[in-house]
């Protein structure tokens, strides 16, 4: 794979799993990289709220490692080297970050046949699969840095209008289903009015908000 490529590929797992912003995965030296504790330390962003320290789930670490041996082999892991180091004519200089991947995510989204797809956007999704699990607004905030309060009460409402809708309409058309499956037998259809009860009190349980 091309340097440029693993570049790209490496920043969109880390921003698809740590809400970092492409100016962030940039700015990223090792000595900010804690392998141990497995969290990343964000000095430099947009605001100074987005100063903060991020765990790395197991992608994240992954992808992580793999830049780490990409760097031992061009000896650039001292502690002030960028993790995404400057690249030209596949020659790297770890003492300078790497100023832009927009070509090589180009080439990356035409080969996954992803017509329009952000890089931004990673981050956007990292912090709806937060509100998803519905994490608090302060952890939210932790992990992703500055957001305002609009933009919070976007994802939530983003959340409650999609996934929750979405969810509650996958369970009661299956309850549906369960309940006009064709019954030949009297101990078949003795089964389908037992199913039918379960049916309404599942759709009651769900009118309720309550967890299936």
């Known amino acids: ?39 990343v330390r964000i000095r430099r962003s947009k605001t100074k709220a987005g100063q903060r320290i991020i765990p790395l789930n197991d992608d994240a670490l992954r992808a992580m490692r793999e830049l780490y041996s990409r760097a031992s082999a061009i000896a650039g892991t001292h502690p002030d080297h960028y993790v995404f180091p400057a690249c030209e004519n596949q020659r790297f200089d770890p003492t300078t970050s790497q100023k832009s991947w927009r070509s090589a995510w180009r080439s990356l989204r035409k080969t996954a046949g992803i017509a329009a797809l952000c890089f931004h956007d990673l981050r956007h999704h990292a912090i709806t699969e937060l509100a998803e699990s519905q994490a608090s607004d302060a952890t939210i905030m932790a992990i992703a840095g500055h957001l305002s309060s609009q933009m919070l009460e976007h994802y939530s409402t983003f959340v409650s209008n999609s996934s929750a809708r979405q969810w509650t309409a996958l369970r009661l058309a299956e309850a549906l289903r369960r309940a006009n499956q064709p019954f030949a037998t009297q101990t078949a259809t003795q089964a389908r009015f037992q ?18």
């Open 1 to 39: 794979m091309k340097p440029e490529w693993q570049s790209a590929r490496l920043a969109s797992v880390l921003a698809l799993n740590t809400t970092m912003r492409a100016c962030e995965v940039r700015g990223l030296r090792w000595c900010d990289v804690d392998f141990l504790a497995g969290t």
């Open 195 to 212: 199913d039918e009860a379960t049916t309404r009190q599942l759709i009651e349980k769900i009118g309720r908000g309550e967890r299936i």
